[in-house]
């Protein structure tokens, strides 16, 4: 058995309890998780899981959260060959991460270390 395969078992049997906790950070964890789990064989179900979680994450005001989501949305985006849609959502995190630290008064501007897709 494929180690990604084991992984994408063992993370949808953790989405019954973290459902069954009803704590949200944790249906969102295990969401996440299950999302980088399936992101190399299947990438449009982990998109939509991704969303799931970024979804849920909204309702928590959980900026940093939410930042960290979309930058792995964005990245799903890429995989699934909607480069325009990857795009525009990489900005949404940058900007987050952005707010975080002017509100934290640590504001310094700085030059992002970028990588290619």
Known sequence: MRATTLASEVLELALHPAFA???????????????????????DRALMLA?????????????????ALLSNVADL???????ADAMARIEQPVAIYA????????????????SEW
Do not use: C
């Not at 906790?21 to 990438?43: F, G, H, M, R």
């Open 21 to 43: 906790s009803e704590t949200i950070q944790t249906v969102i964890a295990a969401k996440n998780n299950l999302a980088l789990a399936y992101a190399v064989d299947e990438p």
């Open 99 to 114: 707010e975080i630290r002017i509100q934290a008064g640590a504001y310094q501007p700085e030059i992002w270390k970028l």
């Open 51 to 67: 969303e799931e979680a970024f979804e849920l994450s909204q309702q928590q005001g959980d900026r940093h959260r939410e930042a």
């Open 77 to 83: 985006l890429q995989a699934t060959g909607m480069h």
